[in-house]
């Protein structure tokens, strides 16, 4: 056995089958290039949609341990849920999904996860998500409910419900807020 990473393209042909076509050599991408697959998710016996995602510099495969990354402008699409980050790793044997920033030639972190999933969409420093359980843990979130806006450290996100760990509660949007309600623990209903 051996381990190697390759652009590839994977097509559905059966149920059982899939086509995978790998590039000879390193793609080289200009900067107004696109890079976009879709994995039908039929690999796994628990995954019934397919996956789509997108990335402006490059897609990434690593067929042994089974992981895709995606660098620039990335993004994630899995039924109602859409993950849009500059760095986003998905785990196939795990379900796992991780996004976060990456530091600018200035060293500034640009393009932090945006997680929507329905009608809720929030901001944060880095996340992971299991597709399968739809549950994660989200580092540095700041999202909109209503006329308001949720911050916190550390959140659980469950599939009804999150978790948050030292939030706050304002209605100033800036990313820190003149005014809060703050707790050591919150839970926000989701729906």
Request: with cysteine; hydrophobic share 35%.
């Amino acid at each position: 056995l051996f381990s190697f990473l390759a652009h590839v393209s994977f097509s559905q042909s059966t149920p059982d089958t899939l086509n995978v076509k790998i590039a000879a050599d390193t793609m080289t991408l200009g900067s107004d290039s696109i890079v976009t697959d879709t994995l039908n998710a039929g690999l796994s016996d628990e995954m019934k949609s397919k996956v789509h995602y997108l990335a402006e510099d490059s897609i990434i495969f690593d067929v042994a341990d089974e992981k895709v990354y995606l660098y620039g402008k990335a993004k994630v699409e899995y039924e109602d849920l859409v993950l849009e980050a500059n760095y986003i790793e998905v785990n196939w044997e795990t379900k796992n999904v991780y996004a976060s920033g990456m530091p600018d030639s200035a060293g500034v972190i640009t393009g932090r996860p945006v997680f929507k999933q329905g009608s809720d969409e929030f901001r944060a420093e880095s996340m992971k998500y299991n597709m399968d359980t739809k549950k994660g843990i989200v580092s540095n979130i700041k999202t909109q409910q209503g006329d308001g806006y949720i911050h916190g450290e550390v959140v659980k996100k469950l599939e009804e419900s999150s978790y948050i760990k030292y939030g706050l509660y304002t209605t100033c949007d800036l990313d820190t807020p003149h005014y809060c309600i703050a707790a050591n623990k919150l839970k926000v209903k989701i729906g």
